[in-house]
């Protein structure tokens, strides 16, 4: 926490407190957590005060803090108050990478929880198996989507895990051309985007006939693949109903073949994705929608309100109970060359070859 933020908090508690006091309805701030992009209180209200009291003073609390988006929920520290903080710190991938390395198999880094833990996805645990992002523009999935592909290639040999680009505006996965995790340039073009999917759909068949996975053969024989989708609607417009059959049954069948989909579009509306295969995104990750109606469309589910996020990578990850809200760790285009390069150099480094029996002699 930044030095000039103290005043500002107490400021803040000393407003909340005055407000529901004025109303009637009475409570002390009793702490809180001062996260990346939010800041949450705890309030602790006086035993005649009412939860509901206290909610429905959520507009006068957010004149007299001067906030513009303030939600107020029950939690286990009692009732939370959260709004955004007005010192936004970036989230760096840079920074949190390390934190978190060596990654465990399959598994991305996303971002940081708004308690400050990093955000991981465990790409062969069926809970995850595929992601599906989804914002207006500017919330951020396109960094979102750069994140994942580059935690996954940091975190994984080449030979382990394979990347397939689809990127129809074509500039999401550029930098990442050079990555020798892709298993083929990204594609654009939406007939050439099919022939990637159709190719990946016979790989899965004939994994299954022979019950080959990624978990069971850990030496590399059988990578796992994961295809990252940016802009998916783009990609269903050009390319029909053959593209979603075949993106339909990599999705029902992909992941115990290794075969993973990550996929982004501003509205996962009925237009853009068949409910089946909404249905098989067990992970949604959603940023900022426009409206109530857009955040359950993004979200699958009612009263998320992603609609009151703050855009620039402030997400919600929504799987099992309890949507988890986190800020993208976020990389730069300087960083991502950074990165590239590096690979480069592992690769140039020859391997440490056993001596040849003359070269011993002459070490010798
Ligand atoms: N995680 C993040 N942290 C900070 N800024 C971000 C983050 N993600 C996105 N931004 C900012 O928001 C802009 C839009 O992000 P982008 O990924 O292109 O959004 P989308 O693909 O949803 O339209 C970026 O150019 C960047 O400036
Ligand atoms: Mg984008």
Redesign the pocket.
């Known amino acids: 926490m930044s030095h000039a933020m103290r005043p500002y908090l107490e400021y803040q508690a000393d407003r909340v407190e005055a407000v529901l006091a004025a109303h009637r309805a009475p409570g002390h701030i009793t702490g809180g957590t001062v996260g990346p992009r939010l800041i949450r209180f705890f309030l602790n209200p006086a035993p005649h005060t009412r939860f509901n009291a206290v909610k429905s003073l959520a507009d006068d609390l957010a004149l007299a803090m001067q906030t513009p988006n303030l939600t107020i929920q029950r939690g286990k520290e009692g009732i939370v108050l959260e709004f955004s903080n007005p010192n936004?710190s970036?989230?760096k991938l840079t920074t949190l990478l390390p934190e978190v390395m060596p990654l465990p198999p399959a598994t991305a880094l996303l971002?940081q929880t708004d308690t400050g833990l990093p955000l991981l996805a465990r790409l062969s645990s069926p809970e995850v198996a595929h992601i599906l992002?989804s914002?207006?523009?500017?919330?951020?999935?396109?960094?979102?989507?750069?994140?994942i592909a580059l935690s996954l290639a940091v975190g994984h040999r080449a030979d382990r895990l394979r990347l397939v680009c689809l990127d129809p505006k074509g500039r999401?996965f550029a930098t990442l051309a050079t990555a020798p995790h892709m298993a083929r340039p990204s594609v654009q073009d939406a007939a050439e985007a099919l022939e990637a999917l159709r190719s990946l759909v016979r790989v899965m068949e004939v994994r299954d006939r022979r019950g080959e996975t990624p978990d069971r053969h850990p030496t590399g024989s059988v990578p796992r693949i994961v295809v990252m989708i940016?802009?998916l609607a783009d990609l269903m417009m050009q390319g029909g109903a053959a593209l979603s059959v075949a993106l339909t049954r990599l999705l029902q069948r992909g992941r115990e073949a290794g075969i993973h989909v990550i996929a982004?579009t501003?509205r996962p509306s009925a237009a853009v994705l068949s409910s089946l295969m909404r249905a098989n995104f067990p992970l949604r990750l959603v940023?900022k929608v426009v409206s109530a109606d857009d955040a359950r469309i993004a979200s699958g589910r009612a009263g998320t309100n992603a609609h009151l996020l703050n855009?620039?990578?402030?997400?919600l990850a929504i799987g099992g109970e309890e949507p988890l809200r986190f800020?993208?760790?976020?990389i730069s285009e300087e960083e991502l060359q950074q990165y590239m390069q590096e690979f480069h150099s592992l690769i140039a480094v020859p391997l440490p070859l056993p001596p040849t029996g003359r070269q011993m002699a002459a070490n010798l």
């Open positions: 936004p970036l989230v971002g992002v914002g207006t523009t500017g919330s951020g999935k396109s960094a979102l989507m750069r994140t999401t940016d802009e982004s501003q940023g855009g620039r990578g402030d997400f800020q993208v760790a976020y």
